[in-house]
């Protein structure tokens, strides 16, 4: 029997006018693991940076063993026992471990007591079997290792009863990811609480003993480990089945949660332009994401890509327009061997894209639109070594594109335009010189209706006039709705692809999850 | 979407009036400090500026020896804000610009001694810049191949330049007809620009304006200098746009080496005649300090490096004409910059 050790009651966190979370309660008691679990962007992490003080509570109420926690910062936190275990690991690479450790303890001003310290940390790394030598080099340790350091570190605060963990696998590899998720069945043996964070679902189901589901910033649902539950149920609720979606997302209500009808020549898959063969793309760690996969698409093909977000879609974006390398495997396109071509000769080819995050990969500060239309999209004329301004504007201004998106006007700096605008402006950028292959990331992310529309009609006419287009969205509605085959990033792989009659959410989802083709 | 943005000095084009109200506020808000600190020293401020003005446009010699301090500043200056433009970080000008005066030195003695001025002349300058690309051609390498922070290596690549100086003046370039002190030797009489009449200004000076606007118009108009604000701004931004981020890098850092060497060879051509072991120091930095100050302008670096030369060359008279040490003048230019960076900081916190 546990005992309640935090009690949360309608917490709240906003930034400017974007409200992050909203009316979270839950409890936690000694002994269980609690599993968080919602997509990139739910609002995982600011709960639990506000559940350790680093955040500010801007509404409801925490309490710590019944007490309401009103001056709260993370030494408080400390205090009180709550140790999180970050996922950026904040170690000295050229400290030992031992001297990692020593940093992070509370005895400011006193002497490093090594022999001591190497005492301490032993006794725990073997009572929790976390294999690290104390007096290695962290540079020399992989990042497994280094997590059992951050996790060392939290444990030597004997205060410490419930452990926070933010996506504590990301970072792991598959057999250490098995090592892990025992050491937190250790923990919750041992009377400690466990708070996960993680959009991993398999993991989830294989320790958790509660389950919260996070979306748009607000608790929408919890399971319990004694009622059963299952990654499916999970799945559902993290993206939201139709019933839930709020009625400004329903775009077009279909009856049929399946595939549309296959219009295209059923020769077309025989015809590719992009053809990507055995492809292994690495993520920022090295590691890789994508693993010995192929897909291909064809001239006036929509081509849709599935999966829960941070399964590779930002990689292999990034890899087709040549921003990442592609570690192994051959990309083709109208039969020449593109792999190692630069972004520039990948324009010159016509490939555009329309970035996952625009803020990040587009925007220039300072810039006004017209700017960022001559950055790429438009052709500008030249009077000697200037460009021509004026004759740039009237191109802009005159553009179908430019006016059926609604972009805002050319002479407005960019940065001050909010997102939703910022998404008009990459998109019509995009689109304007009709690229031959358009890959599209999360096209409709922040737009209203209407504009959404636009876009969808949008890519409806590339289409048309030839364009093939890799469509990423993370809304399967809109992807069953908009894809003329579907491909699904999961498990390290590419799974499809699949016509739409052989698709519907059921399948798709079960793909998702655990990469079965069925 | 929350996403904070920061706004960087490579893409935004300063505003005139906001950059002029730093400017002032740089000038008052020092003179006001500065006055504390004289009064400490039992000195009238009113007549130390006095002094101070009267050096700054008191007769045509000082204004000569400011335009001589000013014309390396500006190239310095230049090469710190070049590669800004394009987000890289050049505290090295100081080297580069010595780097470019001992080569002009090497080059004049050894090679265009027999020379008539109107060929040796330029052939010193060109491998003064020579020198200079290549001396910054050396951080850049760690930049680029070993991924080593450009701050740190071309600031102390100025050192390893001060101990390349040193060593040269005490051993291989020594002047052998000298009473063994460590200097060089001079170049010949030809090798020396002609001096304006009654000062030791020469007509660099405008070169050096030149190089000032030049910069100032590529990075204003052209397309050039679009694109490289664009990768100032934001590299992956410029990257999407499949801009060669690497190469413009590459190029304009350079550049910058390039123009401070050539700032060095003009030092050395104009004023300096020989190399000893302490020729060119500082300028490289009043030049970093006045671009700096400047917040990334061309032309209102015009106006700091005209502040700082003149009170660089005017600290010596202050010595003279109220007792003062010269050093209380580098005070002065010290807490200009400790204003002006204050200020600049309190803007962006807000």
Redesign the interface.
């Known amino acids: 029997m546990g005992n309640v050790i935090m009690r949360a009651e309608n917490l709240r966190k906003v930034f400017g006018d974007f409200t992050a979370n909203d009316g979270i309660s839950f409890e936690i008691e000694t002994g269980k693991i609690y599993a968080l679990a919602g997509e990139n962007g739910a609002g995982k992490s600011t709960l639990m940076k506000m559940l350790y003080g680093v955040y500010k509570i801007d509404g409801g109420r925490l309490f710590l063993d019944g007490e309401e926690m009103t001056k709260y910062n993370p030494s408080v936190a400390r205090e009180k026992g709550i140790g999180m275990v970050f996922q950026d690991f904040r170690l000295v690479p050229a400290f030992t471990a031992l001297e990692n450790i020593f940093l992070s303890t509370d005895h400011t001003g006193e002497i490093f007591r090594k022999k001591e310290l190497r005492k301490k940390v032993k006794a725990l790394s073997e009572q929790y079997s976390l294999h690290v030598n104390p007096d290695e080099y962290v540079w020399r340790l992989d990042l497994g290792q280094r997590q059992h350091i951050e996790i060392l570190k939290v444990l030597m605060n004997e205060n410490t009863r419930i452990l926070i963990f933010d996506e504590p696998t990301s970072v792991l590899s598959p057999n250490e990811i098995d090592a892990f998720l025992k050491l937190l069945t250790v923990f919750r043996d041992n009377g400690f609480a466990i708070l996960l964070i993680t959009h991993k679902i398999h993991e989830i189901v294989q320790v958790a003993d509660v389950v919260h589901i996070l979306r748009k910033g607000k608790l929408v649902h919890t399971f319990y480990q004694e009622e059963g539950f299952s990654e499916r149920e999970i799945v559902t609720k993290m993206i939201g089945d139709q019933d839930q979606v709020e009625k400004e997302e329903l775009i077009h209500v279909q009856a049929v949660f399946t595939g549309k009808e296959d219009t295209l020549p059923p020769d077309i898959d025989d015809r590719p332009i992009l053809t990507a063969k055995a492809i292994t793309i690495r993520d920022d760690y090295g590691r890789p994401i994508i693993y010995n996969a192929d897909f291909s698409v064809s001239p006036g093909m929509i081509l849709g890509v599935a999966g829960i977000s941070g399964n590779g879609q930002r990689e292999l974006t990034e890899m087709l327009y040549g921003i990442r390398p592609l570690s192994s495997g051959k990309l083709t396109m109208d039969g020449e061997d593109i792999s190692n071509f630069s972004t520039r000769q990948r324009l010159d080819l016509g490939i555009r894209i329309l970035s996952e995050d625009p803020i990040r990969d587009n925007l220039v500060p300072g810039y006004t639109v017209l700017e960022h239309m001559a950055i790429s999209g438009f052709t500008y004329k030249k009077k000697g070594p200037m460009i021509d301004w004026n004759d740039l504007k009237e191109q802009v201004e005159e553009c179908e594109e430019i006016k059926e998106l609604k972009v805002p006007d050319v002479s407005r700096k960019a940065e001050k335009l909010s997102g939703g605008n910022i998404q008009r402006m990459a998109f019509a950028r995009a689109v304007i010189a009709h690229p031959k292959l358009f890959i599209a990331s999360y096209p409709s992310r922040g737009l209203d209706i209407a504009t959404v529309s636009a876009v969808h009609e949008t890519l409806e006419r590339l289409k048309r006039e030839g364009t093939a287009v890799i469509f990423i969205s993370e809304d399967l509605n809109e992807l069953f709705m908009m894809s003329d085959r579907l491909i699904v990033l999961s498990e390290n792989s590419i799974f499809g692809s699949y016509k739409p009659s052989e698709f519907d959410s059921q399948m798709i989802g079960e793909v998702m999850l655990k990469g079965v083709k069925e | ?3 904070k ?4 000095a490579g ?3 300063p505003e005139i009036r906001k950059v002029l109200m730093r400017v002032l506020a740089g000038i008052f808000v020092p003179i006001g400090l500065f006055s504390i600190f004289l009064l400490t020293q039992r000195q009238n401020p009113l007549t130390v500026y006095r002094a101070l003005v009267m050096c700054f446009a008191g007769s045509k010699y000082n204004v000569g020896e400011i335009a001589v301090e000013m014309t390396p500043v500006l190239l310095a200056g230049m090469a710190a804000l070049i590669p800004a433009k394009v987000g890289l970080s050049n505290c090295g000008g100081e080297g580069q610009l010595i780097a470019g005066c001992l080569t002009a030195n090497i080059v004049g003695v050894y090679l265009c001694s027999g020379l008539p001025g109107v060929v040796g002349i330029p052939i010193m300058l060109a491998a003064a810049a020579a020198a200079g690309l290549l001396w910054a051609a050396i951080p850049l390498f760690c930049k680029m191949k070993l991924n080593m922070n450009e701050t740190l290596t071309t600031l102390l690549s100025n050192y390893i330049m001060y101990k390349l100086v040193a060593y040269m003046v005490f051993g291989p370039i020594k002047d052998t007809a000298g009473n063994n002190y460590p200097m060089s030797a001079r170049i010949a009489e030809q090798l020396r620009l002609p001096a304006f009449a009654g000062t030791r200004a020469n007509v660099m000076i405008f070169a050096a304006l030149f190089v000032v606007v030049i910069t100032a118009f ?1 990075f204003a ?4 200098g ?1 694109k490289l ?2 990768i100032g ?2 590299e ?9 981020v690497k190469k413009a890098r590459c190029w304009a850092f350079l550049i910058a080496g390039a123009i401070a060497g050539l700032g060095g060879g003009i030092v050395m051509s104009s004023v300096e005649f020989q190399m000893r072991e302490a020729t060119a120091h500082d300028l490289g930095y009043l030049g970093f300090l006045a671009t700096g100050i400047a917040g990334g302008s061309p032309i209102v670096s015009i106006f700091t490096s005209f502040l700082l030369s003149a009170l660089s060359v005017c600290g010596t008279s202050l010595e003279i004409t109220t007792g003062l040490r010269s050093s209380a003048s580098t005070i002065l230019m010290s807490v200009i910059l400790l204003t002006i960076f204050g200020l600049g900081r309190g803007r962006r916190e807000k």
């Open positions: 979407m929350m996403q943005m920061t706004v960087k893409a935004d084009r590529v108009k052209t397309e050039l679009f604000r664009t701004g934001n992956r931004a410029a990257e999407f746009a499949g801009f060669s």
